[in-house]
């Protein structure tokens, strides 16, 4: 489906914080081989700070406990409230889709509210930055950035895995805000004492601070959860639908969010409630590896709900109700279907990939703004999922 349909809810926003008065350091740590660097560059600008992107919607407020995450949830407020108090390294690990970067930039809104001088970046993202500084002579600019913050939070640490160098100017990094009392957020897929792959020092450090799980959340709370997405996307969600879609989720909580996102597009074209068959469709799709329906499936089928025949619908004919036809099946095969932009045009009676796309858009505008085209592609949509 065309990102253009996602939700504000989910929209991310940028947000810098806002230019702090920064308080100066005291002389150097009595840390090996760490450099005073900010008595030696001039302070970076918030315009020089790495390009922090939380997503607006990673609050406190949205972010529901139920029972298994109560404790993981109060330590995290504790940690927002009172930065560097007693939980610091503040270490948070589970799973994929667990909910883990939602706490994370909850911690660090909630501090930039504050008026803290707070980073958040992903392990990858300040992999790169070092690499970038290191390729532009600019390694001191890049300790300040990351040195002098009152709050750093740290996603997906994993990632450092076998990165020997990053690993070493992340524990320099970790001792000097220590050192100064600043609080350092972490999270990662693995408890730290199974991060084998990273330093020992390092989680050792990590190990010395507070090591908190996030599981997924019990029925009722997934359930819950589902409510609150439904009312803020502006969409009726009846209680069986909703027990019927956390029923389902086994793992994480991001399959639930991809299938919510897909039934939201649904009942926004359709324009109707939705139904517990038509989130077992989703739920099947999201299930199902993706890309296994053919081209010639997509044209069969399509052409079969709209009366005529595959030859029709590659062939020539330009008449409204082909071409309609012709543009839902371009549309589907884009979606469903694991061809390029070419190899669709080909099984389209040899059209080019420009047309492809063009008919794509087409269609995707029109399933937005036509409630009976978007009804007529999202049932022969789950007759493909069907298969
Ligand atoms: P992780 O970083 O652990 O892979 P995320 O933080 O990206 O997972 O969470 C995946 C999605 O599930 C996000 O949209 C998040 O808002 C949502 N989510 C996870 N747990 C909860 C919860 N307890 N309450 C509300 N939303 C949640
Ligand atoms: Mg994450």
């Known amino acids: 489906m065309a990102e253009a349909q996602e939700m504000p809810l989910f ?57 298994v995450n109560q404790m993981v949830y109060a330590a995290a407020r504790a940690v927002a409230e009172n930065p560097a108090a007693s939980y610091n390294p503040f270490f948070i690990y589970g799973g994929v889709g667990l909910g883990k970067t939602h706490l994370v930039q909850a911690i660090a809104h909630a501090c930039t509210a504050r008026g803290l001088r ?67 957020v972490i999270a990662s897929d693995e408890h730290p004492s199974k991060l084998t792959h990273l330093e020992a020092r390092l989680r050792s450090r990590f190990e010395g601070g507070l090591v908190m799980d996030v599981q997924l959340p019990e029925l009722e709370t997934r359930i819950a959860i589902l409510q609150v997405w439904a009312q803020e996307a502006g969409i009726r969600l009846e209680l069986s639908v909703a027990e019927y879609i956390a029923g389902r989720v ?100 040899g059209r080019k990939h420009s047309t492809v796309l063009h008919a794509c858009q087409k269609a995707t505008q029109d399933i937005a703004c036509d409630p009976l085209m978007a009804a007529v592609v999202i049932d022969i949509r789950s007759k493909l999922l069907s298969k």
């Not at 947000?15 to 308080?23: I, K, M």
């Not at 994993?158 to 160098?165: A, N, P, R, V």
């Not at 296994?292 to 062939?315: E, F, M, P, S, Y």
């Not at 012709?326 to 070419?342: D, G, H, K, V």
Request: aromatic share 8%.
């Open 11 to 67: 929209k991310l926003l940028a947000q810098q914080p806002a230019p702090q008065p920064v308080s100066p350091l005291p002389a150097a740590p009595p840390v090996e081989d760490v450099v005073p660097l900010h008595q030696r560059v001039p302070r970076p600008k918030a315009k020089d700070l790495p390009e922090s992107t939380l997503n607006a919607g990673y609050t406190f407020e949205r972010f529901i406990p139920g029972n």
């Open 118 to 184: 707070t980073v958040y970046v992903p392990a990858e993202a300040f992999t790169n930055d070092l690499v970038e500084s290191i390729r532009s002579k600019t390694t001191a600019m890049f300790r300040e950035r990351y040195r002098n913050v009152d709050v750093l939070l740290i996603d997906d640490i994993q990632f450092l895995k076998d990165k020997e160098s990053t690993q070493e100017e992340f524990f320099h990094t970790f001792n000097v805000l220590h050192q100064f009392n600043k609080q350092i």
């Open 250 to 349: 086994q793992k994480h909580m991001r399959e639930m969010e991809g299938v919510f996102k897909k039934m939201v597009i649904q009942a926004k074209t359709s324009r109707s409630i939705l139904t517990v068959q038509q989130a077992a469709d989703e739920i099947d799709g999201f299930h199902r590896p993706r890309y296994t329906l053919t081209l010639q499936q997509v044209i069969d089928v399509t052409a079969r709900h709209h009366g005529i025949t595959a030859d029709d619908l590659t062939g020539p004919s330009r008449t409204s109700s082909i071409n309609q036809a012709r543009q839902i099946a371009m549309f589907l095969c884009r979606e469903l279907t694991n061809t390029s932009l070419p190899q669709i045009g080909a099984a389209f009676g």
